[in-house]
């Protein structure tokens, strides 16, 4: 499924919103633009998948001990005149380590919805920013085929959310309320050319269902 590439403008606009370079300001009004501007929302994608994989370089992180740290927060020692420094930089490392051990405890967030028949499985995960779906189980479509996704209100027309292809799609779209229904249907190399499924439908799952 194809449409208007972004602008140079809207292409750079895409890869500093992914960055995350931008003022707060202008951030809030790009996630607005993105839920309804379907070619910038797709230039954001591709950004976030081209730079997606930059994390692959660095190696897991062991959990700090942070009793020391959270004692000396607690029960703080009054440093000599001479020696502020050491508080700041104290306060920053304790910071830094409470961060990183929230994200080293945290328990791995459930899926939104697993789309699945005999031989052919998708996992859908969303953060309230991003939907990323994942083949888990059976193959690609045939050649000449392609597996795309599609998002539907209820009593809405469905919407199209990408292509799934062996990589993981991931895509900026707000996480579908409990009542919506994610599919999968079967389209022509390219994606559907008029805007709504024209292959059977092979796999669907009602969100909160």
Known sequence: ????????????????????????????????????????????????NRLGGLNDAFAPVAAPDLMP?????LFPVAPRPRRRWIGWVGGAALAASLALAVMVLAPPQAPLAILAAADLAYEVRADGQTL??????????P?????????IAPGAAPVSLGLLADAPLQVTYPTPPAGW??????EPA?????GAPTGPVILAQEIGA
């Open 181 to 186: 229904t994610l599919a999968v249907s079967v």
């Open 132 to 141: 990323r779906i994942t083949r888990i189980a059976g193959v690609a479509a």
């Open 143 to 151: 050649a000449g085929q392609v597996h795309e996704l599609w998002v």
């Open 1 to 48: 499924m194809t449409g208007p590439l972004p602008s140079e403008d809207d292409d750079l606009l895409a890869a500093e919103y992914v960055l995350g370079v931008q003022d707060s300001e202008t951030r809030a009004a790009l996630e607005r633009r993105i839920a309804h501007d379907a070619p910038f929302a797709a230039a954001v994608a591709g950004w976030e």
């Open 69 to 73: 740290q959270i004692e000396a927060r």
């Open 190 to 194: 390219g994606g559907s050319p008029t």
